[in-house]
């Protein structure tokens, strides 16, 4: 009962979270409705302070920045997300399993991470460049199997101590098989935290996607990312030219936005019945 | 435990091997070499093979790794392709300045985010709740540069409370670095807050649900009690997780932090050795970054087992 | 009044660095309503500062350097290698401010009809920092290290033209040459031809007879001199001490010469030089249109690329001034697609500038019967802003309506995967130190970094024949039909030249603007003195 209440009655935080993250939704969906100028057009001096002609200035080369922020919604939003859940579908998985499979897998499976932990990020990207190619793929694909061995960590310390809880010994006893251990009764107990996790993992990667730029991988231009966005017109900020603050604000609204989601459904999560609300 | 921490180390060593010789194979595969980085606009046929020669790059690829595997064995991590200085001569000053980084922002920032974790958990949608995570998520929105330059911006530039150049030199005193230090410490700090402040809160909130809390605070005990003896050693694991992985994320991780602060650390030492394709370079700083990595794995590991009564004696 | 002030301080100091007359400066002064006299005194006060004083301790900051640098010549490749070893080493050829080669090691020379005959003077009374003298034998020793077939040094190809060398007398050495080479003793000015002891090869305690003794080096970190007390320079090496910083990002370089943690930076960022020019305590100097060329190359040989009208297509359809605009605040002049920049005395003053015309641009497209896009790579390591300048090729291109896809391709090993490999790349060539060597290098058909594959006989046989050619006025003409042939038929599109941009604390004097290289050719350390 009361968590169909809050489901349907989430709190106000929740629901600014969810129309910034809808209205950015829009943006995306109907950028070349909605945008003032075109995506790559220049159309005038470089880091013009906002005016009525342009709402948001110009960027590095003399294009809107709201434009280019509308349109950057689409790239930003959707490369970030599938990466997220490209890494914690690989690194989820593979936690529990180390978690739930014996000593010898959890060896391997921990070692094998920590192997790769080791090899420096630049290193890394660098064979999947050369290995792939650089396109799109490449790029959610590197970044979800990089992000994996941290979610790997994570999900796996989570689960071993409720691999150890009474419940799942229960459950071990009945001759339950391991997928279904992992599935019904790891995986909801572990979910909070993950939950949580998925909140900072998804928003770190607005930043990821951008941090490997200089290795051409990824997004091309003329399109716009945030964190793209952020970085190209960066250094402005050290001479107190306001234009990196707009798409950095985008980013910062996203994040929070997705993050007061993940507190109410943590909070949902948290009072099942409702005792510890009282506090 | 002892048995444990003797099995982890052994196997740590292991996969240090493992990476020395992934490296290996990785800047093989790698387009270009260390002559034509060197070399760029200026080479020829001929200069480039006189280079490779001196070098010794014309022999078989598992000769030169067996040659750097034996000698590293035995403590000698050779010398630099490009400038012929000795590695360890060279890596030593340079790793304990990426320590004494990491070091200080990790004391100001675990206590704080964990701190302020438990006190967002205590006070959930409270004022302070939000305050500290707007403030820390919106901290994370932006790269690291740039609040970097921000910083540059406010307390060197207009401020003049802190240098912008943080280079330390090793005739400098312990609190003169403090000193010199603050800003990329305290940059560092913003970045790896959030992360740890969101799963301290996270998982607290989740240990609160559970049915023996409640029965703590049924029985009267005050709440600041139930949460620090009863429901923080609970939600230890992930929480030690996290810890341990932003803590891997200041050492290995901070080469931009470096580059605008002038700071000379590990970072920067392998970035130019990956860019040169300087392997003595590049497999000295991953045995470091690996070392990083394996160890505070391991201690994480035997942590969560310290603090889960039930982790101690697996059945 | 607060704005006389100012303006007075400024002229002040261009009275400091001999820019502003006596007259103009009284003029400034009364305006103020300073009287007569004492304007008077402040002019020659500020005049006096001409004369180089002596003391403190000089800090640079600057970009241009890697934690794999050495003090060995062969390894050079960037400022922080070049500035540091000017202040230890001497080189054999100096150049004056305009560009022109002047005797430093090598004091003075002549060549025989046909210039492939050199006598070259040894400077005497010139001592290295070890005390032993300076002879014709260091100055053989220090050149054999870049030839040779063992050799690594880059310098070698330059020197390939040398046939013979010898010492005649301990201070005097002949050159034979392969050709005649009237430019050569430019060709001994190259940066990595510094001069050593001879036989000497401990690169990490370096031995010169320049003005500083090195006290430190920590690669990629710094790089601490002393001065040596006594310089064969009159009123050079002026300062005590002298710290070089390696700083990578400009923007770290900048608050830093800001806040006054360094007296002075190189390669100021252009999009916000703008900003530190008003401030008073800042000398900014631009040496205008002799920095990197920017280019995008097509290989000639390349399907597509092979047709010229494509070619022409492709640099008619770039909008040069919107690029320099945008990207570089106005700090740089259009590129004429070639290489050669103003400075150099066989620019092509008569060639009228390629300007953005789209309708040329289209129907030199049309023409060319091609059709479909253009793809064009371009990385932040070809140089930072190659992708920002890509961008607006691209958006100048779609407006003749022609479709150029930009590639954004990885910075890590540009040069090796897509430079001289791909049909169609960012790139930006140095200044060389003469036409005959840029012409050679960038455009010869032996050249291995002919990065247009652009191959024409007729054109190596010009170059040779101007090469040996004495009579100014007909080799003038030559180099002039050279560049001409560059830019209409060759695979470049060479948009923007850029300016160099230093920064210096106002108290830093003899930083003129150089024909060569930034930071006073580099020599800022030895030319360089507080006020």
Known sequence: ?279 | MLRLIITRVFLGCLTLFAVTLLIFVATEILPGDVASAVLGQGATPDTLAAFRIELGLDRPAYVRYLEWLTNAMQGDLGVAMTNKRDVIETLTPRLSNTLFLAGYAAAIAVPLAIILGVVSAINEGKWIDRAANVLTLGAISVPEFFIAYILILVFATNLGWFPSLSTVYADMGFWEKIYVVALPAITLTMLVMAHMLRMTRASVLAIMSQPYIEMAFLKGLPRRRVILRHALPNAAAPIISVVALNLAYLIVGVVVIEVVFVYPGVGQYMVDGVSKRDLPVIQACALVFGGAFVLLNTVADVLAILVNPRLRHPR | MEDFAKKLREAERLAARSGVSRRDFMQLAMMTGISVTAAGAMFSKAEAAETPKKGGTFRMGMEGGSATDSLDPRTYADSVMIAASLAVYNGMIEFDNAGNPTGELLESWEAKPGAVEWIFNVRQGVTFSNGKALDADDILYSIAIHRGDDTSSPAKGILEQIADIKAVSPSQIAITLSSGNADFPVILGDYHLVVVPNGFTDWQNPIGTGGYVLESFEPGVRLVFQNRGEYWKEGRANFDTVELLNIQDVAARTAALQSGQIDAANRLDARTVDLMMSNAELNIVRTKGTGNRFCFVSRVTQPGFDNKDLRLALKWGIDREKIIDSVYSGYAVPGNDHTLDSFNPYYNTEMPQRTYDPDKAAFHFKKSGLSGPITLKASEGAWGSAVDCAQLYQESMAKAGITLNVEKVSADGYWDNVWLKEPFCAVYWGRRLSADQTFTQVYGSGSAWNDSDWRVPEFDKLVEAARVELDEAKRKEMYFTCQEMIAEDGGMVCFAITDYLDGFSAKVMGTAPHARYDMNDNRIAEKGWFA
């Open chain 1, 1 to 279: 009962m009361a968590l169909q209440n809050s489901l349907r009655n989430p709190p106000l935080s929740a629901k600014i979270g969810m129309a910034v993250l809808l209205f950015f939704i829009i943006c995306a969906v109907f950028a070349p409705v909605i945008a003032p100028y075109g995506e790559a057009e220049s159309v005038g001096k470089t880091w013009i302070g906002p005016s009525g002609e342009f709402w948001l200035g110009t960027d590095n080369i003399g294009r809107d920045m709201l434009s280019r922020i509308i349109y950057g919604a689409r790239m930003t939003l959707g490369v970030a997300a599938a990466c997220t859940l490209l890494s914690f579908l690989i690194g989820v998985t593979m936690g529990l399993l180390a978690a739930v499979a014996g000593k010898t897998v959890d060896q391997v499976l921990s070692r094998f991470i920590d192997l790769m932990l080791s090899i420096p990020i630049l290193v890394f990207a660098l064979m999947i460049l050369s290995m792939l190619g650089s396109s799109l793929l490449t790029l959610i694909i590197t970044i979800g199997v990089l992000d994996s061995f941290r979610v790997f960590r994570l999900a796996r310390s989570i689960a071993v101590n409720i691999v150890v809880t009474e419940f799942v010994e229960v459950a071990r006893l009945r001759g339950e098989g391991l997928w279904w251990i992992m599935r019904r009764e790891v995986l909801p107990n572990a979910l909070p935290p993950m939950i949580a996790e998925f909140g900072l993992r998804f928003c770190f990667n607005f930043l990821f996607v951008a941090g490997l730029s200089f290795l051409g991988l990824g997004i091309q231009p003329p399109f716009a990312d945030w964190g793209g966005m952020v970085r190209e017109n960066g250094r402005s900020i050290a001479f107190g030219i306001p234009a990196p603050l707009w798409p950095a604000l985008a980013i910062a609204l996203t994040t929070i936005s997705v993050n007061m989601i993940v507190d109410w459904i943590l909070s949902i999560n948290a009072r099942p019945s409702g005792a510890s609300a009282e506090m």
